[in-house]
């Protein structure tokens, strides 16, 4: 099931320092490769079940990389909509596909008119059918 706008737009950071799967830092509850999300003020772990401060988080960027929205989803939860910040306005997405690159991990996106966009070339948000259809109504 698709995410709403809100929650694709929630900040998340990449919890990098160690291999994959092993604590980030020393003595930590989160591990390499952990996705996690700010929650009010704050970031929380449901793995690792632990609280991190924004203080913290910013403090040691190279532990906590700042993520794009799309970064680390499933198709399943990306946007029926987007909005590709005025370069072809706000479209009706008919399919994702994740592209693995081999310097830049990106998504494909094919409009319900055919045509394809790219995370790597354009700086796609998510939008919501109320916008889609505002949109529609300005072109008119």
């Given at each position: 099931m698709p995410l709403i706008k809100t929650e694709l737009l929630i900040p998340r950071v990449l919890c990098n320092g160690g291999k994959e799967g092993e604590p980030n830092y020393p003595g930590s509850r989160i591990m390499t490769g952990?996705?996690?999300?700010?929650?009010?003020?704050?970031?929380?772990?449901?793995?690792?079940?632990?609280?991190?401060?924004?203080?913290?988080?910013?403090?040691?960027?190279?532990?906590?990389q700042p993520l794009q929205w799309w970064y680390g989803r499933t198709v399943e939860e990306m946007p029926r909509y987007v909005n590709t910040n005025s370069v072809y306005g706000?479209?009706?997405?008919?399919?994702?596909?994740?592209?693995?690159?081999?310097?830049?991990?990106?998504?494909?996106v094919e409009d319900t008119r055919g045509e394809i966009y790219s995370t790597f070339h354009l700086d796609i948000t998510p939008a919501d059918e109320s916008e889609y259809q505002e949109y529609q109504k300005q072109k008119q």
């Open positions: 952990d996705i996690i999300e700010q929650n009010g003020r704050d970031y929380w772990s449901i793995k690792a079940d632990a609280w991190l401060n924004q203080t913290t988080v910013k403090k040691f960027p190279h532990l906590f706000i479209r009706k997405v008919k399919e994702w596909a994740f592209i693995k690159g081999e310097k830049l991990d990106r998504w494909r």
